[in-house]
């Protein structure tokens, strides 16, 4: 489990293809503090530490499937890119964004992007399966990230980004035509599947 408080902004620094995709990263975490498989949300996609190591910089490697590959964005990933880390949650942590699984429902879209003030208006498109479960004042995960949807207008949806976001995580460099990572929230999925029972 995840909170979707990032932690740290990793670099790609290889992809290897050797039947599963192997990624190594870059981090600001001190690896001797982390084992082989443990999980790190990347981008909101939880991974399973496979190597680490420290030479020439502190660095994990995780393995990604083709199926992580096909519903998520790592398939868009390049050297160099930088991308939301995330440790998994332990005992008594204290809880500043929301309940985050790591497990991607679908990719939305940046589709607009404006200035308010310092912070940023960005618009995005959910999956049509997954828009419903999306609300004003709600809460999703995107790119790792917990945020709090501001309006929705059909599968579209806005999120404010204020300074500091943008600074310590992947915010202050996205554009129109990004694909994100998005997570619903669990409590959302429960709410919609307890309207339908109660309706049938």
Known sequence: MFTGIVTDMGEILEITQAGDTEIRIGTGYDVAGI?????????????????????????????ASGETLSKTNLGDWTKGRRVNLERALKVGDEIGGHIVSGHVDGVALVVDMRTEGDSTRVTFEAPGE?????????????????????????ARFGVNFIPHTKKVTTWGRVAVGDRINLEIDTLARYVARLSEAASA
């Open 130 to 154: 997954l828009a419903r479960f999306i609300a004003p004042k709600g809460s999703v995960a995107l790119n790792g990230t917990s945020l709090t949807v501001n309006e929705v207008d059909g």
């Open 35 to 63: 084992d082989t498989g443990a999980s790190i949300a990347c981008d909101g996609v939880c991974l399973t530490v496979v190597d680490l190591g420290n030479d020439p910089r502190n660095w994990f490697s995780v393995q």
